[in-house]
Every structure is written in structure tokens, then in C-alpha cells.
């Protein structure tokens, strides 16, 4: 496959290890189950303050995609078409670090890939669950029945997440978030903001199938990579899975979702442009930093 320039993120107060560990924690943080507390309004006020400095943060990421993500087709035809062709064209795609992975990479420097890649991991099916809230009739089922994939249709062996965490025990991976490159964080961190903010939620749809669309083929490259280096097809079973389902998950996902909803509102082909865009850009830098960290 041939490879492309991969866009550099311009620097800023958010493209650093501090401020992505910093939204990460909180990300994490907020998002967990808990229980009423004594000081909740100190609490609202520390979430107001990182709200305003999140919403910055995508801002900053959509200014530099929002030129492209304008062109774009607003009918349903063609917008979906230049969806599709993500997949070759995209930022990202092809990259070198896949193949190297597949064929090349020693065990050690996959158990680093990996344990950059666990500690960034947004958790696709919450990310699913907050994006469908009120969603329309036809992409809300659709990204149902995408979440009940992702939750192993109600079979606890088949759930995504735990494949995941099986694999992180088989190579005694300690994934934290002081340990994990900005570039990472900042992927995980700009996923979660555009699913659990409202007025991002057409662009999260555009990220989430832009995952769906491209994911297949560096699935693929890291499971080889894994069978290469001894894993049973039990613990590369994550990536494996992963290499094929989402095939049929990125087709589903551009006919019951994005065509019908671009052709109710063309507005919404730009938003979902964007959180594509925005989502790919974030990718490539990922594997910009782990090329420089482990193939350079």
C-alpha cells in the first residue's frame, strides 16, 4: 500500500503531555459511577472550567480540518462516496508503522504500541452509547445494533472491551495515563468530547465511522504482528475480530446512518466531515509519535 505524508498537529497549550493527562484524568474522573458528595459544587466548578478548556480544544482541532470538511458534498451520494474514499485517501492511511508492526516489529516494541494503544482506548461502546441520544429512528438502531456487536450480543466471552484487557494480562501491559504519549491521549480525549457534548454529535457519528471504515486494515497488520510473536488466536482475538467485523460494521454504518441523516439535514454532512477529518488527523500524529519512538 502506498504511503502518504502524515500532517503534522500544530503545536499548542493543548497538544502536551500536561494538559491531555490532565483532561484525561478528569475524562476519567467524571465518567465513572460515583455517589453524591458534600462539595459538589466545588466539583461543578472544576467541570466548568475543563468543559471550557475542552471545547477549546476540539475548536483548535476543527480550524484546521474545517477548509476541507466545507467542500465536502452535502448530498447523500456524494458526501458518502467521499466517506468511503477516507479509507485510501485519509490521513494516516497506509502508514509504514503497520506493515512494520506486522512483519518486523520485536515483541518488546509491540508491547509498547500496545500499551500506548490501551491506555488511549476511549472505550468504543460508551462512546456509541453517548453519541445515540436522540439520535433519529434509523441511525439510532443503527448504532444500536453496533453497540450490541460491541457488547458481545449479551454473551460476556464476546464483549470488545474484556478481548482487549485479555490481551493487555497476556503481555503484562501497565497502561497508565503518565506513561502514554500526548499524541494518544489527545485521540482518546478529543473522542470523548465529541461524544458526550451535544453540539458535537453529528461530528462524533463522522468519527466513530470513520473508526469503522479504516480500522480493518491496521487490525489486521497488529494481529499478524501478534501471531508472530506467539499469541494464541485467543489473545490476538481483539484485533483479529476486529480486522473483519468492522468491514460489515463501516457498510451498515454508511447506509443507516450517514446517508439518512445527511439526506434529512445537509448541514450535518459538514459536521460529520469534520469529526472524520478531525479523528484522522489525531490517528495520523499517533503513528507519526510511535514511528519516531520505535521504527526511527
Not at 462539595?39 to 476543527?62: C, H, P, S, V, Y
Not at 500506548?116 to 453517548?130: I, K, M, P, T
Not at 485479555?166 to 489527545?186: F, G, K, M, Y
Not at 458526550?196 to 489486521?220: C, M, N
Amino acid at each position: 500500500m502506498a504511503t502518504r505524508p502524515v500532517p503534522k498537529l500544530r503545536q499548542s497549550q493543548f497538544k502536551s503531555d500536561l494538559f491531555q493527562q490532565r483532561l484525561a484524568h478528569w475524562n476519567r474522573t467524571r465518567l465513572a459511577p460515583g455517589f453524591p458528595q458534600v462539595n459538589w459544587r466545588d466539583q461543578l466548578e472544576i467541570d466548568q472550567t475543563m468543559l471550557r478548556l475542552e471545547g477549546a480544544f476540539i475548536e483548535e482541532l476543527r480550524a484546521e480540518v474545517r477548509q476541507v470538511a466545507e467542500a465536502v458534498p452535502t448530498d447523500p451520494d456524494g458526501f458518502v462516496s467521499w466517506f468511503e474514499g477516507l479509507q485510501e485517501t485519509g490521513p494516516g492511511q497506509g502508514d509504514p508503522l503497520f506493515a512494520w508492526l506486522a512483519d518486523h516489529a520485536p515483541r518488546d516494541d509491540l508491547r509498547w504500541f500496545l500499551q500506548q494503544e490501551a491506555a488511549g482506548e476511549a472505550g468504543f461502546d460508551d462512546l456509541v452509547a453517548l453519541t445515540q441520544v436522540m439520535l433519529p429512528d434509523r441511525a439510532k438502531l443503527e448504532l444500536a445494533r453496533n453497540y450490541w456487536d460491541e457488547m458481545g450480543r449479551g454473551n460476556a466471552r464476546g464483549m470488545h472491551g474484556p478481548m482487549l484487557q485479555r490481551l493487555v494480562d497476556a503481555l503484562a501491559l501497565n497502561p497508565q495515563i503518565e506513561t502514554t504519549v500526548w499524541e494518544s491521549l489527545a485521540l482518546a480525549n478529543a473522542m470523548t468530547a465529541m461524544a458526550t457534548s451535544r453540539r458535537y454529535a453529528w461530528h462524533s457519528i463522522g468519527a466513530l465511522g470513520v473508526i469503522e471504515l479504516t480500522a480493518p486494515g491496521r487490525s489486521a497488520a497488529v494481529a499478524k504482528g501478534l501471531a508472530r510473536i506467539g499469541l494464541s488466536e485467543r489473545e490476538r482475538r481483539y484485533f483479529a475480530l476486529h480486522a473483519v467485523l468492522d468491514v460489515k460494521h463501516s457498510e451498515d454504518w454508511n447506509r443507516e446512518a450517514l446517508r439518512p441523516l445527511v439526506a434529512e439535514d445537509p448541514r450535518r454532512a459538514t459536521a460529520m466531515a469534520e469529526g472524520a477529518l478531525l479523528r484522522l488527523n489525531c490517528g495520523a500524529a499517533c503513528f507519526e509519535r510511535y514511528r519516531l519512538c520505535l521504527m526511527e
